[in-house]
């Protein structure tokens, strides 16, 4: 119906509307630049193009071979490796493209649990799961929120498994890859890195670089602290033919037909424009996490990690069990015009119910924001979570604090505002 749809469109406004007037920190999101947004309403949106550049299925691929080619080119000088499939949709499709090339239903691979931050992807009811892979989860060091090293070495010794998998979605500090690169030796696995969180700081050179560390394959989404669209990445390095040519044709015909071309042609410009100003932003998006986690513990939150500086990535974790629980805060932080998710902490039983918050820095690093304003949104955060003051009343100085912060940075046609785009459609 007529009515039906012009009243989706006005749903969407006033999402974007309200997320202009927040402060969004949900740690997988960010913000993409006004130019590679403009790829993702462009005709590529509409197209086919199955297979590889120069060997497709069909016709009219012309102008979206050069930019492939040109996106695949990037990525490789970016994460200074020699494979790079840019087509998975998300970061679970290149995951469930990893399981396919890497294992065969019934072997086992070693991972990190989910309730010390891995993602679903490596859970009996994810991809792993899909895959018909057996998994044995590494011991887990809860104070310093970091795989233990000798029980991880004892584990993969006695198990061998297939692929050793690392990557968290509560990533606060480095897989030990280079620490236990002579146990991945001895046994034969395959070392492989889901970096969807932390892609960004990689390319930046913050975070640890997984394949010149070990791991020979690297899976991604590219719109967490990679600023650029909803879409996944393949990456590898010093692969053999045969496991090149695997990983590729189980990205596709594995896990996509289509590859949206809008994406890949948007994450292609995102990575052009990510040579000119990315290690600028993944610095900086560090020093927000550190100041945003200081600036809590400073106000009496319990902010995970003191004793090692919070964090390493963009991510903090906060317990909030003596202020209601996760899932009130971010309740009464959403009423006042910021964005977290609830998320479980290390001891926590109940996923719906936990006792911490999760906090990310990147988009609003993305928006321009330093240090200074790190402490103004704990301060924020402080008041609502903690004195439980009326979220309606601290909204007002979410907006207004929000309000110098609208325009993307870091990208080329800097300081368009980051819904441009919707305003035109
Ligand atoms: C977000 C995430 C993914 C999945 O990403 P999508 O692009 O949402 O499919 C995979 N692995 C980890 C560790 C993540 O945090």
């Not at 499709?93 to 989910?114: R, W, Y």
């Not at 991604?220 to 390095?237: M, Q």
């Not at 496991?243 to 289509?258: D, Q, Y």
């Not at 001891?347 to 330093?370: F, W």
Request: hydrophobic share 40%; charged share 20%.
């Amino acid at each position: 119906m007529k009515e039906d749809a012009y009243w989706i469109r006005d749903q969407v406004q006033k999402h974007n509307k309200w997320f202009e007037e927040s402060l969004p920190m949900i740690a997988s999101e960010n913000l993409m630049s006004p130019l590679a947004k403009e790829m993702m309403i462009s005709d590529f949106h509409d197209r086919y193009a199955e297979g590889l550049p120069g060997k497709r299925y069909y016709n009219g691929n012309i102008y979206v071979d050069k930019v492939e080619l040109k996106c695949i080119e990037l990525a490789q000088r970016i994460f200074k490796c020699q494979f790079a499939d840019v087509r998975p949709i998300s970061g679970t499709v290149a995951n469930m493209a990893a399981l396919m090339a890497l294992t065969k239903p019934g072997e086992t691979i070693t991972c990190t649990s989910l309730d010390h931050g891995a993602h679903i992807s490596t859970a009996k009811f994810g991809a792993v799961g899909f895959r018909g892979v057996n998994t044995v989860t590494y011991p887990f060091d809860t104070n310093d929120m970091v795989i233990d090293v000798d029980g991880a070495a004892k584990l993969i010794r006695e198990v061998k498994p297939k692929v050793a998998q690392f990557g968290l979605s509560v990533f606060l500090f480095p897989a030990p890859l280079k620490e236990l690169n002579d146990v991945f030796n001895e046994v034969g696995c395959t070392v492989w890195y889901d970096g969807a969180h932390v892609l960004g700081l990689i390319a930046g050179g913050r975070f640890q670089d997984p394949l010149h560390e070990g791991a020979h394959v690297l899976t991604a989404s590219t719109h967490k602290t990679f600023p650029g669209p909803n879409h996944g990445i393949v990456l590898g390095h010093n692969l053999n033919e045969e496991l090149s040519k695997k990983l590729s044709s189980a990205v596709f015909p594995g896990v996509t037909s289509s590859h949206h071309l809008h994406a890949m042609a948007a994450l292609a410009v995102t990575m052009a424009e990510w040579e000119i100003y990315g290690e600028k932003y993944a610095a900086q998006v560090c020093k927000n996490a550190k100041a945003l986690g200081q600036a809590l513990y400073e106000l009496g939150v319990e902010v995970l990690c003191s004793h090692k500086g919070f964090t390493e990535s963009h991510t903090i974790a906060v317990n909030v069990a003596e202020h209601g629980g996760g899932s009130e805060a971010a309740n009464l932080m959403e009423r006042a015009n910021m964005i977290a998710n609830k998320n479980m902490i290390p001891g926590d039983k109940s996923a719906m119910n936990p006792s911490g918050i999760r906090l990310g820095s990147q988009e609003l690093t993305r928006v321009g924001m330093k240090e200074s304003e790190m402490k103004e949104v704990a301060a924020l955060i402080h008041r609502v979570v903690v004195k439980k003051e009326s979220p309606e009343v601290v909204k007002k100085d979410v907006m207004a604090l929000k309000r110098n912060f609208t325009k993307v940075r870091y990208c080329l046609n800097e300081g368009e505002e980051a819904y441009a785009y919707h305003k035109l459609v």
